[in-house]
């Protein structure tokens, strides 16, 4: 399950001509930007989850605030109609959480990859914040409901889910958030499953992470 390629797929051309209109910029770089976002998030929830507290946090967050019901209005959520949960739709609070003090860093990766200048970029990150946390609650929901799976799920699916965002071009964002993990693993790869036989990129990680 790609949660990145999820999030790309949400943004419709109607949700794409609202967020260009609101930063004043064109669609196709407000798009851009955009990817470029949810993949920082993407990596820093990954990043956040990679520790039993981290992924203990995510739990207790998504069980609070993030059910995933904002998804079901995303246009309305996105122009400030749509009624949610004010801490569902805090962007800001979601982008100081999971980018701490990376955030400004990535944002002037993205502004150099989209071209959008950095004004526009952090007009633009707490509104597009809460879609990946709402999406985020709605795969659990959804997880939980059909096969039972815990946080355990949702952390292979963030890890699988940089990993893709990774492959896609960002590597220089997921590797500021990240802080290098993707990339060290991945070099191993390789040479472990030879050697060892073993599950993979993330068979070994989580192996490290929770001792399996």
Not at 54 to 67: E, I, M
Not at 152 to 170: P, R
Not at 179 to 185: M, Y
């Amino acid at each position: 399950m790609d949660l990145f390629k999820m999030l790309q797929e949400q943004m419709s051309g109607d949700l794409i001509q609202n967020l260009s209109q609101q930063v004043g910029a064109n669609e196709q770089q407000t798009a851009q930007a955009a990817q470029g976002i949810f993949g920082a998030l993407i990596g820093g929830l990954a990043n956040n989850a990679s520790t039993p507290a981290g992924l203990g946090a995510l739990s207790s967050a998504l069980d609070k605030d993030h059910d995933g019901s904002i998804m079901d209005d995303l246009l309305g959520l996105i122009n400030g109609t749509a009624p949610v949960n004010p801490r569902a739709a805090n962007g800001n609070g979601i982008i100081k959480h999971v980018l701490g003090g990376n955030q400004d860093q990535v944002a002037q990766q993205i502004s150099q990859s989209s071209g959008l200048n950095m004004n526009q970029i952090m007009k633009l990150m707490p509104i597009i914040a809460p879609i990946v946390l709402g999406l985020l609650g709605k795969l659990r929901s959804n997880n939980q409901q059909n096969s039972g799976g815990g946080m355990m799920d949702i952390a292979q699916i963030l890890m699988g889910s940089a990993q893709s965002a990774q492959s896609g071009g960002l590597g220089n964002i997921l590797g500021t958030v990240l802080g290098g993990v993707l990339n060290n693993q991945q070099a191993q790869q390789q040479q472990q499953q030879q050697q060892q036989g073993s599950g993979g990129l993330l068979g070994d990680l989580f192996g490290k992470i929770f001792g399996r």
